[in-house]
Nanobody, 126 residues
Framework: QVQLVESGGGLVQPGGSLRLSCAAS????????MGWYRQAPGKQRELVAA???????NYADSVKGRFTISRDNAKNTVYLQMISLKPEDTAVYYC????????????????????WGKGTLVTVSS
């Protein structure tokens, strides 16, 4: 009932910028929190940034001051603006939607904890 699609990844030089987008589609009523996680080769998936429907944000220490998360509640879309990118930011970035209320096929309002996108690759290299 709910799908997340990321876009905006690619190859960028150190010090460069990228903007990731993630659009949630389906029979969505509301989404409590949306966020970005990343997973580098050989490492565990980690939280990068998250934002609630009220606008409260949370960032990993490694990206504070460089990444900015924002959200358009009307479009069920979350963005991640990344500046001053470093090689260690190289990873697959995954979009997450947490606390999703949606209409099921029989028009009941259902609730799901987690949805994930398929990921978009960000490579920071010269």
């Amino acid at each position: 009932q709910v799908q997340l699609v990321e876009s905006g990844g690619g190859l960028v030089q150190p010090g460069g910028s990228l903007r990731l987008s993630c659009a949630a589609s389906g029979t969505i009523f509301s989404i409590y929190a949306m966020g970005w996680y990343r997973q580098a080769p050989g490492k565990q998936r980690e939280l990068v940034a998250a934002i609630t429907d009220g606008g409260s944000t949370n960032y990993a220490d490694s990206v504070k001051g460089r990444f900015t998360i924002s959200r358009d509640n009307a479009k069920n879309t979350v963005y991640l603006q990344m500046i001053s990118l470093k090689p260690e930011d190289t990873a697959v970035y995954y979009c997450n939607a947490d606390g999703v209320k949606y209409y099921s096929s029989d028009l009941r309002l259902d609730y799901a904890m987690d949805y994930w996108g398929k990921g978009t690759l960000v490579t920071v290299s010269s």
